[in-house]
């Protein structure tokens, strides 16, 4: 009997960690916000330290949903093939994610020095849009994936935790 509630424990794991892994990334996306308003506001980081930050929470969400496609999507689809509709919508997110991302790269690598309302109204719109595409990805996500997850067993996460799972301290 132990060794059934360990593995389910661990079954139940995995929806867990998907929740957790989307609360860091709303977390470092909000840092992010901040970030940007403390700078237009005059009193924040500088243009090069907004885009290291930029660049880091794009290199996590990036390695997040490329683990998805790659490794989660793939294992689901031959599990629960009534799912392929809806890998394929979050495969949809995950490119429009992209191009926003990289919309949000390009204003702030051409940050002036000294905040300027233009540039401010710009950055706020990009930002706000990734946050609300991202937002609305992950709540979809959650509904449709988190209990699926938990029913799955894939020995293979087990001891090598896969990409899509990753937090800041497993990198």
């Not at 793939?74 to 509709?85: D, G, V």
């Not at 699926?148 to 990409?163: A, F, G, K, Q, T």
Request: some cysteine; overall charge negative.
């Amino acid at each position: 009997m132990h060794a059934r509630s360990e593995a389910g424990d661990r079954l139940t794991a995995l929806g867990t960690q998907l929740l957790e892994v989307h609360i860091w990334l709303r977390e470092m996306l909000d840092d992010l916000q901040d970030g940007i308003d403390d700078y237009f506001d005059g009193n924040g980081l500088p243009p090069r330290d907004l885009r290291a930050h930029c660049l880091s929470f794009c290199t996590v969400l990036t390695r997040h949903h490329t683990g998805e496609d790659r490794a989660a999507f793939p294992a689901i689809a031959e599990k629960f093939p009534e799912l392929r509709k809806v890998l394929s919508d979050l495969r949809t997110d995950h490119n429009q994610i992209d191009w926003l991302m990289g919309n949000l790269r390009k204003l702030l690598d051409s940050l002036p020095e000294q905040p300027d309302p233009a540039t401010a109204a710009k950055v706020r719109e990009e930002v706000g849009a990734l946050s609300a595409v991202m937002q609305t990805h992950f709540i979809y996500e959650e509904k449709k994936l988190i209990s699926v997850l938990n029913s799955m067993d894939v020995p293979e996460w087990r001891d090598n935790r896969p990409d899509f799972l990753l937090v800041d301290d497993d990198a």
